[in-house]
T-cell receptor, first 114, second 113 residues
Framework: DTAVSQTPKYLVTQMGNDKSIKCEQNLGHDTMYWYKQDSKKFLKIMFS???????INETVPNRFSPKSPDKAHLNLHINSLELGDSAVYFC?????????????FGAGTRLSVL | AQKITQTQPGMFVQEKEAVTLDCTYD???????LFWYKQPSSGEMIFLIYQGSYDEQNATEGRYSLNFQKARKSANLVISASQLGDSAMYFCAMREVYNDMRFGAGTRLTVKP
């Protein structure tokens, strides 16, 4: 069983479309995250959810919205896709918010906006 | 703000030799965690090793060890007996209490046969 799974692995779409990426973790963790990795491999936090409450929102455009139906799932919805949204998006989870809590990552979703 | 610096964009190592990947960090907090992740060409992010700021001993996980020098704010990753499968991007990361995790720019390691 994959600990953190995200789908789809690849997503190719046109500018202006709306798309979603799903994430599920079976580790029993309380905290989940979305990261964006750009073409230079730089990783940046987008959102964190702890017990279904949004706790961090790093100046991400409001076209991006996380939705968590329960603590095992954190989906990412993106409206009106732009060329600059092309990147790899990673979901991750950790036990909690402590500095010692290891984050485990999904395999990533490569989004290409044409 | 936290800052993680990995000064080596790329490194080469001969198979079976040891290699050290450098990482320095900047924080004013006393309590924080340091992490290393591996990203092979297949793209996934794999957790390798963790070091807490209050841990007195350097962390070790198999062939991976973390050379933690708190006063110098460095957390170098040492890979012993390199294997071809170690070729990948390696990211150093730090997290302060109730703060988000910050990543360095990464080091691309190539293991030569």
């Amino acid at each position: 069983d994959t600990a953190v799974s995200q789908t789809p692995k690849y997503l190719v779409t046109q500018m202006g479309n709306d798309k979603s990426i799903k994430c599920e973790q079976n580790l029993g963790h309380d905290t989940m995250y979305w990261y964006k990795q750009d073409s230079k491999k730089f990783l940046k936090i987008m959102f964190s959810y702890n017990n279904k409450e949004l706790i961090i929102n790093e100046t991400v455009p409001n076209r991006f919205s996380p939705k968590s139906p329960d603590k095992a799932h954190l989906n990412l919805h993106i409206n009106s896709l732009e060329l600059g949204d092309s990147a790899v998006y990673f979901c991750a989870s950790s036990q909690g918010l402590q500095s010692r809590d290891i984050q485990y990552f999904g395999a990533g979703t490569r989004l290409s906006v044409l | 703000a936290q800052k993680i610096t990995q000064t080596q964009p790329g490194m080469f190592v001969q198979e079976k030799e040891a290699v050290t990947l450098d990482c320095t960090y900047d924080t004013s907090d006393q309590s924080y965690g340091l992490f290393w992740y591996k990203q092979p060409s297949s793209g996934e992010m794999i957790f390798l090793i963790y070091q807490g700021s209050y841990d007195e001993q350097n962390a070790t996980e198999g062939r991976y060890s973390l050379n933690f020098q708190k006063a110098r704010k460095s957390a170098n990753l040492v890979i012993s007996a390199s294997q071809l499968g170690d070729s990948a991007m390696y990211f150093c990361a730090m997290r302060e209490v109730y703060n988000d995790m910050r990543f360095g720019a990464g080091t691309r390691l190539t293991v030569k046969p």
